[in-house]
């Protein structure tokens, strides 16, 4: 039962949140520059959630060819930059992640 409210009250949570933004957002007019940065929101977001998980290990900052997040990382995003082809990147890095394990043996 716990369990049900927790999931309910996140729900009202993040509706609120959402459909306040667009409440408000439709009776007020944005500037085109708003609305251009607005644009680089989900890459801001993607950025922060992913590079902290490609470069941190449980003793720290790990920049070196051994780790294989951070190199399938780069590899990944070479690709996508390269390609703009969304299930090649995929593919690509999946791979890339894969292979580099099996190499290093970790």
């Known amino acids: 039962?716990?369990?049900?409210?927790?999931i309910f009250g996140m729900f009202l949570v993040t509706f609120?949140?959402?459909?306040?933004s667009l409440v408000i957002t439709q009776q007020i007019a944005l500037s085109p520059a708003f609305m251009r940065a607005l644009r680089y929101v989900p890459v801001a977001v993607l950025t922060a959630l992913t590079i902290p998980f490609l470069v941190y290990r449980e003793n720290g900052l790990d920049l070196s060819w051994q780790n294989p997040y951070w190199g399938a990382g780069i590899l990944t995003i070479v690709c996508s930059a390269l390609t703009k082809n969304l299930i090649?990147?995929?593919?690509?890095?999946?791979?890339?992640?894969?292979?580099?394990?099996m190499v290093l043996g970790s």
């Not at 609120?16 to 306040?20: A, E, S």
């Not at 690509?92 to 580099?100: E, L, P, R």
């Open 1 to 6: 039962m716990n369990a049900a409210i927790i």
């Open 16 to 20: 609120g949140v959402r459909y306040g």
């Open 88 to 101: 090649l990147t995929i593919i690509v890095g999946m791979g890339a992640f894969f292979v580099w394990r």
